[in-house]
């Protein structure tokens, strides 16, 4: 089985949000995609930034945006942030009830459609969609906050989908999000994963751009097939 080369998304929820613009600017050139988490104070308990905040991001650099909506009726907002410039929208299946619906809109807006999957939530109920989808995000902790403790027992999803990834040849990345490090990375990209979110691992460190490096070579040697 082999999997795509790794994607490294920094989630700027680890940032200084009086600085976003050079906290964006410390990691543009070494990561893949900006990963932005919008919250609304109801799909989950915290809240963060919306659309305001990442059309000023998109006015100041060139990377594509990774934006992970936790908020309830996605249908009504997801697809401002396609038009906003987003490259990739991803929003939850526990707050959707037609995902595939909303993955055309937002595929018809310009962007990549995201499906995400909390931490209580099965997988096998959605590998069938999997087709109108760019991206699966795997929550590797319960969505919500940054900074929380991996749950490896979660990796068994993301062995579920990139097996049925691998067996029905399709163009879908699988994307992990919540505590992964540098000492967790690995199992995360053994089990298939191949886009890491990383908050805390990388604006925790005196030097984000690095951590990403480092996060992106640990991934690429523990690749399938590596
Ligand atoms: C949490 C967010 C994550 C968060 C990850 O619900 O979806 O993207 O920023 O933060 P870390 O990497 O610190 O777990
Ligand atoms: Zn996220």
């Not at 906003?84 to 995902?99: L, Q, R």
């Not at 967790?184 to 089990?191: G, K, L, M, S």
């Not at 691992?201 to 399938?224: F, I, K, N, T, W």
């Amino acid at each position: 089985m082999t999997v795509p080369p790794p994607i490294v998304a920094p989630s700027i929820l680890a940032a200084d949000f009086a600085r976003l613009a050079e906290e964006v600017r410390a990691i543009e050139d070494a990561a893949d995609w900006l990963h932005v988490d919008v919250m609304d104070n109801h799909f989950v308990p915290n809240l963060t930034i919306g659309l305001p905040v990442v059309q000023s991001l998109r006015a100041v650099t060139a990377m594509p945006f990774d934006v992970h909506l936790m908020i309830e009726d996605p249908r009504r907002w997801a697809p401002g942030y396609a038009d906003a410039g987003a490259y990739n929208v991803t929003f939850h299946a526990e707050a959707s009830d037609d995902p595939v619906a909303l993955a055309k809109d937002l595929r018809s807006a310009g962007a990549k459609a995201g499906l995400a999957i909390d931490r209580d939530t099965p997988i096998e109920p959605y590998l069938d969609l999997l087709p109108s989808f760019d991206t699966l995000l795997i929550m590797t902790i319960k969505a919500g906050f940054g900074g929380q403790r991996f749950i490896p027992q979660l990796l068994e999803k993301v062995r579920t989908a990139r097996q049925h990834v691998s067996a029905g040849h399709l163009e879908l990345r699988i994307e992990v999000d919540g505590g992964i490090a540098a000492d967790t990375i690995e199992q995360a990209a053994a089990a298939g994963a191949d886009a890491f979110v990383a908050g805390t691992a990388v604006y925790g460190a005196a030097d984000p751009a690095e951590a990403v490096r480092h996060l992106r070579a640990l991934a690429e040697r523990a690749a399938p097939g590596a």
